[in-house]
């Protein structure tokens, strides 16, 4: 909801900005798209073992449902990528980000400040909401 939030609110604010990644020197270019490949690359391993461990239980229909998600998530990644990187800004960047901007970053960076600080009251919250939920296998 927070990414949402913020894309609806401001795109140019995020986008403008990195179009200027292409004007830095190539090595910085290079190790910002090493770092994006390994971060792709550790994102499939990830869901392929997942997906994997599905099927491999036998919930065959939640890894097609998984599989077709990811299809799509994809799309939505690479429109991204083409955005910040091959198309020029419409509109230059304003120089501070709106204020529903700034909420929803404040909102996210106190989540996962008390996260990172309280984990088991984050971990008892998980547990006590997936307790209630009900096994759908066969």
Do not use: C
Not at 41 to 59: C, D, E, N, Q
Not at 116 to 138: A, K, N, Y
Request: aromatic share 10%; hydrophobic share 55%.
């Amino acid at each position: 909801m927070i990414n949402s939030i913020i894309a609806i609110s401001a795109p140019s604010f995020f986008l403008a900005p990195s179009f200027k990644i292409l004007k830095q020197p190539p090595f910085l270019s290079l190790k910002r798209g090493a770092k994006s490949l390994n971060n792709l690359i550790t994102g499939f391993a990830a869901k392929f073992l997942v997906f994997r461990s599905a099927l491999g239980s036998g919930h065959v229909l939640l890894a097609v449902l998984g599989v077709a998600s990811s299809v799509i998530s994809a799309f939505f990644y690479l429109r991204l990528a083409v955005l910040m990187y091959m198309k020029a800004p419409h509109e230059p960047a304003p120089d501070h980000p709106p204020t529903p901007v700034m909420i929803a970053l404040a909102i996210a960076a106190a989540v996962i400040l008390l996260a990172g600080v309280f984990p088991e009251s984050l971990s008892l919250w998980v547990q006590i909401s997936t307790s209630t939920m009900t096994f759908l296998g066969p």
